[in-house]
């Protein structure tokens, strides 16, 4: 038997008010080059024009939509004379999307946002269907001189500017690009084996040290004290910049790599050592004789 419980859906449909200026959402149920049809669980069906559903006028809404897809848009009339609610997600988003990218900033959210146009100072990208600005200084973590370059280019940027009032979005990929970058050094860091051996090339010298730069955009730090076994008063006594140098891996910690000269000297003595205690032994160990005796006394006839 059927019950109320049956009934739910409809009865909500029929007591349910939709008024101009409602923020409504519904489900994707067709997608044309003319229109978008959702559902929006009422007695009518809920249409957004193409040209009212976004203000990037690079979005198609056949390829970018499909059903079942949640949308939320506003109630621009509730009969558009074929009895269907006219919708509006370009005045939705002017209400929510603003909120939404308020929500990105402060969480740091990371997306990706193709780059539409150069214009002075920086280019233009839409995020949430709002115009943003991303200035050349915050394109990427190296120097950018040539914008048009990047239009048509995919790139992860974060919100730094959201500011509803003055209709200003300012994004950045520098920040993205700059965490990337950090992550993919600290993991070659990690990569590296203390008590290894690295060649590398002094880049700077500081009155406690010497910057090396081992390769892979990773520089290591050779302290004074672990540059030679002679004491030392000043860096520049050993060496200089640019000089090719070897060193041994002590520790990477905390990002950190802390390189040892001085450890490698100490590697070459010990052999020498062990050497000379070699013939030393030998030599204490074995008669020298010079005389035509010892020699012919070592022959069987």
Known sequence: MESMKDYEKELERSFRTINEGDIVSGAVVAVTDEEVTLDLNYYAPGIIKIENLSNDPDFHAKEELQPGDIIEATVVRTDDG??????????????LAWDKLREMMEQQTVVTVRIKESVPSGVVAFLEGI????????????????????IGKDVRVVVITVDPEK??????????????????????????????????????IMPYGAFINIGNGISGLVHISQIS???????????????????????????????????????????????????????????????LGDLLSRFKL
């Open 82 to 95: 074929h009895g269907n609610i006219e919708l509006s997600k370009k005045e939705a988003n002017e209400v």
């Open 131 to 150: 115009r943003a600005f991303i200035p050349a200084s915050q394109l990427s973590a190296d120097y950018v001189e040539d914008t048009d370059a990047w």
């Open 167 to 204: 209709n200003k979005l300012v994004l950045s990929g520098k920040v993205v690009a700059r965490q990337e970058r950090e992550e993919e050094r600290n993991h070659r860091i990690a990569m590296l084996v203390p008590g290894s051996v690295v060649e590398g090339t002094v880049e700077s």
């Open 229 to 291: 076994q002679k004491r030392i008063s000043s860096v520049h006594e050993v060496l200089k910049e640019g000089q090719k140098v070897k060193a041994k891996i002590l520790n990477t910690n905390d990002g950190k790599v802390s390189l040892s000269m001085k450890a490698l000297e100490d590697i070459m003595e010990k052999p020498q050592e062990e050497e000379e205690a070699e013939a030393i032994e030998y030599s204490s160990n074995e008669t020298a004789g010079t005389s």
